[in-house]
């Protein structure tokens, strides 16, 4: 199992800040949680895939290929803007 977070308007589209997830396989990536999630939550999934969404990865920003383990923290960051 591992903890998602998801932070702005990721929680509004799924209604819960965090939820827990059973992984698929023991080498699964960022990429693959984030394709098994799309697959789960569509609309959620379509933000997820935006080009500037950020993961990481027991609050460490990671790469979409990297690997979790049962026990990670998984946190979804949407794009931000400002000025």
């Known amino acids: 199992m591992i903890k ?9 589209l799924h209604d819960k800040e965090s939820f827990e997830v ?3 396989n023991d080498s699964t990536s960022a990429d693959e ?3 098994q999630l ?3 939550f569509p ?3 379509r933000a997820l895939n935006e080009t500037q969404t950020l ?4 609050q460490e920003i990671v790469a979409i290929n990297h690997l ?9 960051l949407p794009p931000v803007t400002g000025g």
């Open 4 to 12: 998602v977070l998801l932070f702005g308007r990721f929680c509004d």
């Open 22 to 24: 059973t992984l698929t």
């Open 33 to 35: 949680l984030r394709q």
């Open 38 to 40: 799309s697959a789960e």
């Open 43 to 45: 609309d959620l999934g």
């Open 55 to 58: 993961i990481a990865v027991n």
């Open 68 to 76: 979790l383990k049962a026990g990670d923290e998984v946190a979804f």
